[in-house]
Nanobody
């Protein structure tokens, strides 16, 4: 019974920053890959960033240099630091865990409820 709870979303002006958190509870497979996805109405869900058990990270090109994914193993909490936000970053952001090091959503097993990020121009 793994549960993921996102927080930290909100409204911010372009150029601003937000820090998302994903608190995990339950029995978590230590080999699972952690990732952030996002989805805006009318658009497909896309993987944003992922991190493996060794701390190796992966990002989609559009957020490289602006977003930083990290994990606090002691707290079982995943973070996404988002800097220099633009309107194109507006979406519902989801935390997810899965068995493979990929940003393809179909491979993920556990999902949080999402936290909304809105960036105004």
């Amino acid at each position: 019974q793994v549960q993921l709870l996102e927080s930290g979303g909100g409204s911010v002006q372009a150029g601003g920053s937000l820090r998302l958190s994903c608190a995990a509870s339950g029995h978590i497979d230590s080999h699972f890959y952690w990732a952030w996805f996002r989805q805006d109405p009318g658009k497909e869900r896309e993987g944003v960033a992922g991190i493996d058990t060794d701390g190796i990270t992966s990002y989609i090109d559009s957020v490289k240099g602006r977003f930083t994914i990290s994990k606090d193993n002691a707290k079982n909490t995943l973070y996404l630091q988002m800097d220099n936000l633009g309107p194109e970053d507006s979406a519902m952001y989801f935390c997810a865990l899965g068995p493979l090091a990929t940003l393809i959503s179909q491979f993920y097993v556990y999902w949080g409820q999402g936290t909304q990020v809105t960036v105004s121009s």
